[in-house]
């Protein structure tokens, strides 16, 4: 895969849970609760009580805001004065009610509907805030199995060139990340994260496909597997389905998960996989959020059946530790399914602690 450096690489990848005590450009959207009026403060939440705040921009760091006027640290919390300069949006704005509900397209759970956009409708009004905090990481910290993708692992300290394949729905395409939306700044989707980090640490050469579809179940990738990948030898498969698989039982989700890793190996007897248990849709996006959170234990489960060569990429409960310190919004690329660049890193990060 030819690649554009990164100069800021190692930051975006550096693992939220445990970065030393400085987190990177996480991603907020100033929204005003419920009730809240416009001459309020707005208090930011964050993953860790900041010590320190060293900068807020807007999601595509092209303005800078300014400390002691824009926003300022208090016990620990980034608060955004109603005089800022940075753009609050009105609880009303995302909870759409009246004459304005005919133009929006999800319902809002209990009635109305929600504010929702793709492109870079949530990436314009998001903003990042890089700060040092002084306590370690109190969530879920992914678990590592040293023995798994043994054959993965070995290609990569011998810096041997291997095929790379993505398999998924719209999350795995890239869907909302601001290099997909052609938006600053133009950071790669997670998928090409990875395979940039690993090119660059172990010199190796990475053929790298990707086969997502935007809105594609796990059935989905039964039915087209054949076709695309006919002619075709992965050695490392990544699976990621399960947004659209909302209202499959996850024993049927598993299934057809299995049935992919089953057609992989009549291809392509020795690749390996990680199979990824997916995000939450917002439980606020009325009719979208319904057995996604029940799919993992599953998916562990098939990968411990099929030993060393499969490892779990386990999304969903990285996602859920973030949404008890942060809101879906503050990290969303649509505000219902998709992940803006901050939870597409939280992916990469999650994906590579597997592999390296």
Not at 265 to 290: H, K, M, R, Y
């Given at each position: 895969?030819?690649?554009?450096?990164?100069?800021?690489?190692?930051?975006?990848?550096?693992?939220?849970?445990d970065?030393?005590?400085?987190?990177?450009?996480?991603?907020?959207?100033?929204?005003?609760?419920?009730?809240?009026?416009?001459?309020?403060?707005?208090?930011?939440?964050?993953?860790?009580?900041?010590?320190?705040?060293?900068s807020?921009?807007?999601?595509?760091?092209?303005?800078?805001?300014?400390?002691?006027?824009?926003?300022?640290?208090?016990?620990?919390?980034?608060?955004?004065?109603?005089?800022?300069?940075?753009?609050?949006?009105?609880?009303?704005?995302?909870?759409?009610?009246?004459?304005?509900?005919?133009?929006?397209?999800?319902?809002?759970?209990?009635?109305?509907?929600?504010?929702?956009?793709?492109?870079?409708?949530?990436?314009?009004?998001?903003?990042?805030?890089?700060?040092?905090?002084?306590?370690?990481?109190?969530?879920?910290v992914?678990?590592?199995?040293?023995?798994?993708?043994?054959?993965?692992?070995?290609?990569l300290?011998?810096?041997?060139?291997?095929?790379?394949?993505?398999?998924?729905?719209?999350?795995?395409?890239?869907?909302?990340?601001?290099?997909?939306?052609?938006?600053?700044?133009?950071?790669?989707?997670?998928?090409?994260?990875?395979?940039?980090?690993?090119?660059?640490?172990?010199?190796?050469?990475?053929?790298?496909?990707?086969?997502?579809?935007?809105?594609?179940?796990?059935?989905?990738?039964?039915?087209?597997?054949?076709?695309?990948?006919?002619?075709?030898?992965?050695?490392?498969?990544?699976?990621?389905?399960?947004?659209?698989?909302?209202?499959?039982?996850p024993?049927?989700?598993?299934?057809?998960?299995?049935?992919i890793?089953?057609?992989?190996?009549?291809?392509?007897?020795?690749c390996?996989?990680?199979?990824?248990?997916?995000?939450?849709?917002?439980?606020?996006?009325?009719?979208?959020?319904?057995?996604q959170?029940?799919?993992?234990?599953?998916?562990k489960?098939?990968?411990?059946?099929?030993?060393?060569?499969?490892?779990?990429?386990?999304?969903?409960?990285?996602?859920?530790?973030?949404?008890?310190?942060?809101?879906?919004?503050?990290?969303?690329?649509?505000?219902?399914?998709?992940?803006?660049?901050?939870?597409?890193r939280?992916?990469?990060?999650?994906?590579?602690?597997?592999?390296i």
């Amino acid at each position: 895969m030819d690649y554009k450096k990164i100069s800021d690489i190692d930051n975006l990848l550096t693992p939220f849970w445990d970065d030393n005590g400085y987190a990177y450009e996480e991603s907020f959207l100033p929204l005003l609760k419920e009730g809240q009026t416009a001459d309020e403060d707005l208090v930011v939440s964050l993953l860790y009580d900041a010590c320190e705040i060293i900068s807020v921009t807007t999601a595509t760091r092209l303005e800078v805001m300014e400390q002691g006027k824009d926003y300022f640290l208090r016990d620990g919390k980034l608060v955004i004065p109603a005089s800022s300069a940075i753009r609050r949006m009105m609880w009303d704005e995302y909870h759409i009610v009246g004459e304005k509900e005919a133009q929006a397209v999800f319902g809002f759970t209990g009635g109305g509907k929600i504010f929702f956009g793709e492109g870079d409708t949530m990436h314009s009004r998001q903003y990042l805030v890089t700060y040092k905090h002084c306590k370690a990481w109190d969530g879920y910290v992914p678990a590592v199995e040293a023995s798994k993708l043994p054959k993965t692992k070995a290609r990569l300290k011998n810096g041997e060139g291997f095929t790379f394949c993505w398999y998924g729905d719209s999350i795995t395409t890239g869907a909302n990340s601001s290099g997909t939306i052609g938006s600053e700044p133009f950071i790669p989707m997670f998928p090409e994260l990875v395979t940039i980090k690993l090119q660059e640490k172990y010199g190796c050469d990475i053929n790298y496909i990707n086969n997502a579809m935007g809105g594609a179940t796990s059935q989905w990738g039964v039915d087209n597997f054949d076709r695309l990948y006919n002619g075709l030898k992965p050695d490392l498969m990544f699976i990621g389905y399960g947004m659209n698989d909302g209202n499959l039982d996850p024993v049927e989700v598993v299934k057809n998960i299995k049935t992919i890793v089953k057609k992989t190996l009549e291809i392509s007897p020795d690749c390996e996989f990680l199979i990824c248990a997916t995000t939450v849709p917002n439980v606020l996006a009325a009719g979208f959020f319904g057995l996604q959170d029940k799919h993992q234990p599953y998916l562990k489960a098939l990968c411990d059946e099929l030993g060393d060569r499969a490892a779990l990429v386990p999304i969903t409960s990285v996602h859920l530790s973030l949404l008890s310190k942060k809101n879906f919004y503050d990290m969303s690329g649509n505000n219902v399914n998709h992940p803006n660049d901050f939870l597409a890193r939280a992916h990469a990060q999650t994906i590579l602690a597997q592999i390296i």
